[in-house]
T-cell receptor, first 113, second 113 residues
Framework: KQEVTQIPAALSVPEGENLVLNCSFT??????LQWFRQDPGKGLTSLLL?????REQTSGRLNASLDKSSGRSTLYIAASQPGDSATYLC????????????FGQGTTLQVKP | GAVVSQHPSRVICKSGTSVKIECRSL??????MFWYRQFPKQSLMLMAT?????????EQGVEKDKFLINHASLTLSTLTVTSAHPEDSSFYIC?????????FGPGTRLTVL
């Protein structure tokens, strides 16, 4: 059974810092991994999707890496801003007839001005 | 990215009434849609997977007679909470898949009095 773990559960940093969020998964047989952002009371916004054959993806100040063999992914946020404050969720997808996203519990980030 | 809408965004109802939530993929056709439930400060819990034109597949522990799902077209899925009770109060989020990527709606906050 696939399990996804995110560490830390919460993180508070001053504005301008670079930071790393961690995601680990127990079953390396994944098709892809997605990082999402969720603001309080809102839905999920897809940030980055990494295919299993890829090592990383970049979008603006965000960089996500994937090491499938070790079951790990990281989300790197450069030069953090107060507007980055949100909960970040990673989810893995295993392609199958009943393919589902398996979510981690999320990391709640607070960036202080 | 692809856009998924939900309606209503917020609903308050009396105990015993039924509530219908709509989920639409606005600019793509979704062969598969998903319904999630989220409790405060927790991650998303998958309730059911629905494929256009066929019966939904419910996760273990989810009452299919209470949470009716209809996926009548490639752009519309509905979730009806029948005979709602206060314990059904929650944040419901739908998601639509295109290819191997999922996009999420903004969520519906249900409060049952």
């Amino acid at each position: 059974k696939q399990e996804v773990t995110q560490i830390p559960a919460a993180l508070s940093v001053p504005e301008g810092e670079n930071l790393v969020l961690n995601c680990s998964f127990t079953d390396s047989a994944i098709y892809n991994l997605q990082w999402f952002r969720q603001d309080p009371g809102k839905g999920l916004t897809s940030l980055l999707l990494i295919q299993s054959s890829q090592r990383e993806q970049t979008s603006g100040r965000l960089n996500a890496s994937l090491d499938k063999s070790s079951g790990r992914s990281t989300l790197y946020i450069a030069a953090s801003q107060p507007g980055d404050s949100a909960t970040y969720l990673c989810a893995v997808f295993r392609a199958s007839n009943t393919g589902k996203l398996i979510f981690g519990q999320g990391t709640t980030l607070q960036v202080k001005p | 990215g692809a856009v998924v809408s939900q309606h209503p965004s917020r609903v308050i109802c009396k105990s015993g009434t039924s509530v219908k939530i709509e989920c639409r993929s606005l600019d793509f056709q979704a062969t598969t849609m998903f319904w999630y439930r989220q409790f405060p400060k927790q991650s998303l819990m998958l309730m059911a997977t629905s494929n256009e034109g066929s019966k939904a597949t419910y996760e273990q522990g989810v009452e299919k007679d209470k949470f009716l799902i209809n996926h009548a077209s490639l752009t519309l899925s509905t979730l009806t909470v029948t005979s709602a009770h206060p314990e059904d109060s929650s944040f419901y989020i739908c998601s639509a898949r295109t290819g191997y990527e999922q996009f999420f709606g903004p969520g519906t906050r249900l409060t049952v009095l």
